[in-house]
């Protein structure tokens, strides 16, 4: 079968199916970089650690120095209360929340000793932040170099992949659609992987932390601080879902404006030529307009969320200043244990330490489920296993002599729509074939069978009396050419194009192969010869010159079989006589298949074929084919005879085009 299943590409996923496995495989590109991986979770702790343990500093600021100073200045003087009387006799690490790890001071010290523990405690302090900000920043960049290193390996392996699929994959799936789809899909996982990844595990593991290191400083106080977690929780979930909805409807007008964009780009002319402009400018301002209309909506829902978190958040706040004061002021114990100022202090930095890796986590984690899609895309990309395989025990083509036999071949696209049905033809060495017939009837798939582009669906394909499909692909297809109705020419030099199937080749060979295609004398004329770089897909160039630069490309090679499918745009007469000298030539001594639209190559043909419907309906030489009166006479008397007259009246007028007058109407 030649077509397959249809591609997964072609099935938008817009959810993962299976994270799991996609992750695990995912994590096996991760492999080589584990060290890294160790480094980056090493340095997610510490830095968790710093931004668990410096609220704790505040507190001991306030519990340690802070507190007992002022109670030590006021129980000096007049009208101290009985609380801090009582406060003042024990020592400062008895009555702190917390162990004083800058060293406690008696309560009856001079006050330089407070003064002096609290310079220490603020350089240990700045030490902390210092040591947050420099794992902070080493953890990304660890994390953006593995990330990159992985990504630059997957972005290779899918290049790799898609150079060798199969052509029926191509005719699935649309080129602009595939390379806009492994550019994204890349750039996603690019993202999650050396940002949103440990942003939202690091906000992970600070929340829990946290909440674990308050609970274990004072359960009850702990709880009722973190009442409003939930609601927290709920907010975010409620909100990053309407902006998720609302982003799905941007990213689909997103492609419909993209979509316009690369239709009137490309068919500009057709555009401009059917005065389609006006039309075009309106349906491109719709577009838009939908499209703007969706990003607000995805907008007001994300810059709505930020400010309910941090309300949220002085709920959390006043809760725990308003408690808290309550108890401490009235002396009373919460949770078994007494509140004290720094516990407070440490309660609030907590507490305004919860948004920022709450939202976090909302926005990124959407973020790392495209990315598990894409990622997923890309997997199914590259399990997309080529149609066209060698068999494991497929020999070297040896070196083609020429003869080419189908043996009942029957070929489909779609499983039980044959397109060829049971073609049978044998060509000898050196004979050129032309295949006539209206579009449609299978000419293109015929030959397209050769270098086994597709495989039959039942019977042969030999040459030389060796099946194409019991041998390596590179060894066939390098021994035969093909030259397409539609030349691709790549954005390098003429040189370089025409050497493009035989990169050895030297400047002579090169040369020789584009005199023998007539394209010598119209490369000198251009501002830098040989060395003058075409535009992409050989903007620059006109029809003719194309065709005869790939002509040239043909000869170069120099194949034993060839395969032309003659372009049908008409080239000035010149030109046309140029290019069936280049032909003539070309096709000397070798076995050609042409899918012939020159009235000139099917006369010089030593077989022509007429296809119609996937069937070889008549096969002779052109003036068998004309005494027989068939399908091909009348073929020759629409089509074929008009160009004799073009031709004639072309040369009666000398060299340039015809009088449009001397061309005598088709019968
Ligand atoms: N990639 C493809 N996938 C599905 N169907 C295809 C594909 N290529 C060709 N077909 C179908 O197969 C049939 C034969 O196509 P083919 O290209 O061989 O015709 P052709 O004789 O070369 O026509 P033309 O003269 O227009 O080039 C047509 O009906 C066409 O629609
Ligand atoms: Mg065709």
């Not at 949103?196 to 702990?222: K, R, T």
């Not at 930095?349 to 899609?373: D, E, G, M």
């Not at 040239?552 to 010149?574: F, G």
Request: aromatic share 8%.
């Amino acid at each position: 079968m030649i077509g397959g299943p249809r591609g997964m590409l072609e099935q938008e996923v817009s959810k993962p199916r299976s994270v799991g496995r996609t992750l695990g495989r995912l994590a096996g590109y991760f492999k080589p970089y584990w060290l890294a991986l160790v480094g980056v979770a090493a340095l997610m702790i510490v830095n968790a650690w710093v931004q668990v343990v410096t609220p704790e500093l505040l507190g001991q600021a306030v519990d340690c120095y802070l507190t007992p100073a002022v109670s030590a200045t006021l129980s000096v003087g007049e009208g101290a209360s009985a609380a801090q009387q009582q406060r003042s006799t024990t020592t400062p690490e008895e009555s702190s929340s917390f162990a004083c790890w800058f060293g406690a001071v008696p309560a009856d010290a001079p006050a330089a000793e407070f003064m002096a523990g609290l310079g220490r405690l603020v350089v240990g302090l700045i030490a902390f932040f210092v040591i947050g900000a420099l794992t902070g920043g080493a953890m990304f960049f660890l994390m953006a170099w593995a990330g990159n290193h992985v990504l630059r390996t997957l972005q290779v392996e899918v290049f790799a992949h898609l150079q060798r699929l199969s052509l029926g994959f191509y005719s699935r799936n649309e080129s602009g659609d595939l390379m806009s789809r492994i550019t994204n899909d890349v750039s996603t996982i690019q993202q999650a992987i050396s940002f949103a990844l440990i942003q939202v595990l690091g906000g992970a593991l600070l929340l829990v932390w946290i909440a674990w290191n308050m609970l274990a400083l004072n359960w009850a106080y702990a709880l009722l601080s973190l009442a409003v977690m939930p609601l927290m929780a709920a907010a975010t979930i409620w909100f990053s879902a309407q902006a998720r909805k609302a982003f799905r409807v941007t990213r689909k007008e997103i492609g419909n404006v993209n979509a316009e964009l690369e239709e009137s780009i490309s068919g500009v002319r057709e555009v401009q030529a059917f005065s389609r402009e006006e039309a075009n400018i309106e349906a491109f301002r719709a577009s838009n307009a939908a499209n703007r209309d969706a990003n607000l909506r995805a907008v007001a829902y994300t810059s709505a969320l930020a400010p309910t978190l941090e309300a949220f958040g002085y709920v959390a706040i006043a809760i725990v200043a308003g408690v808290g004061g309550v108890f401490l002021l009235q002396g009373q114990t919460l949770g078994g244990a007494a509140v004290t100022l720094g516990l407070i202090v440490a309660f609030i930095s907590y507490v305004q330490r919860f948004n920022q890796p709450i939202a976090q986590i909302a926005v990124l984690w959407t973020n790392i489920q495209s990315a598990v899609a894409g990622a997923e895309r890309i997997f199914d990309l590259l399990d997309e296993l080529p149609e066209i395989v060698e068999k494991p025990d497929a020999i070297p083509m040896p070196p083609i002599q020429g003869r080419v036999e189908y043996c009942d071949v029957w070929a489909e696209y779609k499983p039980g729509e044959p397109v060829l049905r049971g073609v049978n033809l044998v060509a000898e060495p050196g004979q050129t074939i032309a295949i006539v017939g209206p579009t449609g009837a299978g000419k293109t798939t015929l030959v397209n069978l050769l270098p086994r582009f597709y495989d039959v669906t039942r019977g042969a394909v030999l040459i030389d009396g060796v099946d194409v499909r019991d041998v390596k692909l590179d060894t066939l297809r390098k021994q035969i050419g093909v030259v397409l109705q539609d030349t691709f020419l790549f954005s390098d030099t003429v040189m370089n194009n025409i050497r493009y199937g035989r990169p050895e080749a030297t400047d002579e060979e090169v040369i020789a192969a584009a005199k023998l295609a007539r394209a010598h004398e119209f490369i000198e004329r251009l501002p830098e010869g040989y060395n003058t770089v075409l535009g992409e897909r050989g903007a620059g160039l006109s029809q003719g010159q194309r065709q005869l630069l790939s002509i040239a490309r043909a000869a170069l090679v120099n194949p034993r079989l060839l395969i032309l499918d003659e372009a049908t745009s008409s080239v000035d007469t010149r030109t046309e006589r140029q290019i069936q000298a280049a032909l003539e030539q070309l096709l000397a001594g070798r076995t050609s298949f042409v899918i012939a639209h020159r009235l000139s190559t099917i006369r010089n043909a030593d077989l022509v074929l007429v296809m119609v419907n996937g069937e070889i309906i008549e096969r002779g030489t052109h003036e068998e084919l004309l005494a027989q009166q068939g399908f091909y006479y009348n073929l020759y008397m629409s089509q074929f005879r008009r160009q004799e007259q073009v031709a004639r009246a072309a040369q009666r007028s000398g060299d340039g085009r015809p009088a449009l007058s001397q061309v005598p109407d088709a019968a």
